[in-house]
T-cell receptor, first 115, second 114 residues
Framework: NAGVTQTPKFRILKIGQSMTLQCAQD?????MYWYRQDPGMGLKLIYY???????DKGEVPNGYNVSRSTTEDFPLRLELAAPSQTSVYFC??????????????FGPGTRLTVT | GENVEQHPSTLSVQEGDSAVIKCTYS??????FPWYKQELGKRPQLIID?????GEKKDQRIAVTLNKTAKHFSLHITETQPEDSAVYFC?????????????FGQGTILTVHP
């Protein structure tokens, strides 16, 4: 298993540009999440999904959009990038919970700089 | 919503000493409490977790204790080694319709001096 994969690893955007951060998992996990981690801070939830076609906002959703057309993929879209979106973005996934396993598995992260 | 406070923000110990990191949470419905270790430039990795029906869990040099009444939980690392140096995050998750969403603490930078 590759686990949770993310692309790209690094990206520099100009203010106002848009981009999509890709996330995929091959563990057949129902639940997927997007977090952002600002320097020296904990992770904050942006969006999450409980299955294909179902998404919902987390703590800091403004400026982002997501979609979940398949179980495997959960892309995060940034529209009109702003300097405040400079951060490291982590995608994570886990089982639904009915197997008694609750661990969230994280991808390697995407480091985004908006200038 | 849930709020998780973590202390201390930095912790410096000598190799072989013990380290303790404490977290408090606000939502009494929270029932799952993981601890993650994050090395510089890497992804968070789960090191130990505990569910609310258990008061303590141990895995070799690492243990977690949970006090549901006081709504706090702690990470204990014994016989620390330089490779334990990293940022440690606690998190809390409410059950039911929370869908596994985690609320993280602010992190503790642990430095173990040889």
């Amino acid at each position: 298993n590759a686990g949770v994969t993310q692309t790209p690893k690094f990206r520099i955007l100009k203010i106002g540009q848009s981009m999509t951060l890709q996330c995929a998992q091959d563990m057949n996990h129902n639940y997927m999440y997007w977090y952002r981690q600002d320097p020296g801070m904990g992770l904050k939830l942006i969006y999450y999904s409980v299955g294909a076609g179902i998404t919902d906002k987390g703590e800091v959703p403004n400026g982002y959009n997501v979609s979940r057309s398949t179980t495997e993929d959960f892309p995060l879209r940034l529209e009109l990038a702003a300097p405040s979106q400079t951060s490291v973005y982590f995608c994570a996934s886990r089982y639904r919970g009915d197997r008694g396993v609750y661990e969230q598995y994280f991808g390697p992260g995407t480091r985004l700089t908006v200038t | 919503g849930e709020n998780v406070e973590q202390h201390p923000s930095t912790l410096s110990v000598q190799e072989g000493d013990s380290a303790v990191i404490k977290c408090t949470y606000s939502d009494s419905a929270s029932n799952y409490f993981p601890w993650y270790k994050q090395e510089l430039g890497k992804r968070p990795q789960l090191i130990i977790d505990i569910r609310s029906n258990v008061g303590e869990k141990k895995d070799q040099r690492i243990a977690v204790t949970l006090n549901k009444t006081a709504k706090h939980f702690s990470l204990h690392i014994t016989e620390t080694q330089p490779e334990d140096s990293a940022v440690y995050f606690c998190a809390a998750c409410a059950g039911g319709t929370s869908y596994g969403k985690l609320t993280f603490g602010q992190g503790t930078i642990l430095t173990v001096h040889p």
